[in-house]
């Protein structure tokens, strides 16, 4: 594949250097970046499709960085956390990351992420079969245009989030474990904490207008995992 723009938000040169090198290896065409601010007015021109993120930037946080990349990119985000404790609260912040990798990690576990992401739009596409409109209440999930309503109001998902509701709903009746919902959505190969799950369902119930511990559309099963609800 040509053609694919990555970005690495790193104040740390050597790292970036590092994570850019192997990206370009693979065939991105990577622009590196150790600033916040400078990572959001730059995403803007190069329309990424993969965005390394460190948590810890000069002039703009990681944190906010993304929240401020969501609000006209849909790349792919990875976030660096320099400890696992950042991971905890990062959890119950609506950041909009794809995935989370805490330092130090290697560059090859970066990068296995990284092709688990990319390899997502192909595999769901593909597995397409009922096309048609998936109505629970007020919730309907359109996947041919991957668009979303809740009471005909237009809700903006992130790609994980809407890959996450796509997999629930085009089997209602099945409850998932968070792993079966890790190997559809991010692919067999993905190893890290599977409570990730968690915090994407999270954020989905808040956008559709739910209790983020406890909603009505993706409902919990305790002790095994989530299903879609009837709303
Ligand atoms: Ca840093």
Not at 4 to 24: C, P, T
Not at 167 to 189: C, K, N, T, Y
Not at 210 to 224: A, F, L, M, N
Request: hydrophobic share 40%.
């Amino acid at each position: 594949m040509s053609g694919r723009r990555a970005m690495v938000v790193e104040d740390e040169i050597e790292l970036a250097k590092v994570v850019g090198g192997y990206l370009e290896r693979d065939g991105f065409e990577v622009t590196v970046i150790h600033d916040g601010l400078q990572a959001v007015h730059r995403a803007r021109d190069i329309d990424p499709d993969l965005i390394i993120l460190d948590l810890g930037l000069p002039s703009l946080d990681g944190v906010e960085a993304c929240r401020q990349l969501r609000t006209f990119s849909d790349a792919y985000i990875v976030m660096l956390t320099a400890r696992s404790d950042e991971m905890d609260t990062l959890i119950g912040l609506s950041v909009g990351a794809d995935d989370y990798v805490t330092k130090p990690f290697s560059p090859r576990e970066l990068m296995a992420r990284v092709q688990a992401l990319l390899r997502r739009p192909r595999g769901l596409q593909g597995n397409q079969e009922t096309p048609e409109t998936r109505v629970f209440g007020a919730l309907r999930v359109a996947p041919a245009g991957r668009d979303v309503w809740v009471d005909g109001e237009a809700v903006s998902l992130t790609r994980t989030e809407f890959d996450v509701l796509a997999v629930l709903s085009e089997r209602p009746r099945m409850v998932f474990s968070r792993r079966q919902l890790i190997d559809a959505v991010w692919g067999a190969a993905w190893v890290g904490d599977e409570h990730l799950v968690d915090v994407h369902v999270g954020h989905l119930r808040r956008k559709l207008g739910d209790d983020p511990s406890e909603g009505k559309y993706v409902r919990t099963v305790r002790g095994v995992g989530y299903r879609m609800g009837t709303g």
